[in-house]
């Protein structure tokens, strides 16, 4: 479904992503980890296009989508979250999603139908699926913090992904927050089909749900396969030592 081959971006001098090669199959759950700073968010950024590619390819279903903009990316069905949290705050809950499937259909209000009652519906099922039910009315940057990433999760979710790429989604939740969240991504990911690629600094969580694990560090892929197997490997080992495989930044 997503084939990412061989590709580098630097920063001035600084390779901060360099040779990497990931393919992530349909309906696959693949995680990426690795240090802070070891080039994710970078990554993400190249296969969305926000970053544009010194080196590489990336493939969406066959297609080449390397270097397109995002929103040619995005309507070709990748949607994604960011590490930091992007909702419109002084929007309401309902309104930050009825607008998210209003950008997706290209659709603003027009002298017969106001944009107000566009998308109603999809919206209420929407709101229903990530569990924010109830709170359609509270003003999005009044939520506690994990309802703002589950209404991100929404927002994502508005374009009907294929592919969606989560960028640390359970990053400054609670315990009991992180468990809520990923119950629903399983759910949302299982009833939708959904091809899921994320990353991710709380191992228990990477070892719960991903089928698949890479380990990015300073930019390149050290390790790469199933969960037991990274866990085991030495490499791996070696990055993470002193960190424990159980909660790593
Ligand atoms: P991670 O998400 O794994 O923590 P990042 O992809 O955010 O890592 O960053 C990888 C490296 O690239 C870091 O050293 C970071 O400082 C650097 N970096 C990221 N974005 C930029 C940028 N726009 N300009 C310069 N350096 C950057
Ligand atoms: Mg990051």
Redesign the pocket.
């Known amino acids: 479904m997503l084939e990412v081959s061989g590709i580098c971006?630097s920063?001035?001098g600084?390779r901060?992503?360099s040779n990497v090669s990931l393919s992530v199959g349909t309906k696959q759950i693949v995680a990426?980890i690795?240090?802070?700073?070891?080039?994710?968010?970078?990554?993400?950024?190249l296969i969305t296009g926000h970053?544009q590619p010194d080196n590489g390819t990336v493939r969406l279903d066959g297609r080449e989508i390397t270097g397109a903009p995002p929103y040619r990316i995005c309507r070709m069905g990748v949607g994604r979250s960011f590490?930091r949290t992007n909702v419109f705050p002084r929007l309401t809950v309902f309104e930050n999603l009825q607008a998210a499937f209003l950008v997706h259909h290209r659709r603003g209000g027009n002298f017969w139908t106001r944009a107000e009652d566009l998308y109603r519906d999809d919206t209420a099922a929407l709101l229903a699926s990530i569990g924010l039910t109830g709170q359609e009315r509270t003003l999005a940057g009044t939520l506690s913090y994990g309802n703002q990433k589950q209404l991100e999760l929404g927002l994502a979710l508005a374009s009907s992904p294929a592919v969606l790429l989560l960028?640390?989604p359970t990053a400054g939740m609670s315990a009991s927050e992180t468990h809520e969240t990923i119950r629903l991504l399983e759910s949302i990911a299982a009833e939708r089909g959904l091809t899921l690629l994320f990353?991710e600094h709380d191992m228990e969580v990477v070892f719960s749900i991903a089928q698949k694990i890479a380990v990015?560090h300073q930019?390149r892929i050290i390790a790469e396969g199933r969960p037991e197997e990274v866990r085991a490997d030495p490499e791996v080992r070696r990055v993470y030592l002193g960190h424990g495989l159980t909660h790593t930044q």
């Open positions: 971006k920063f001035g600084f901060a992503v990426v690795g240090p802070n700073g070891a080039g994710k968010s970078t990554l993400f950024n970053l590490q960028d640390e990353t990015l930019g």
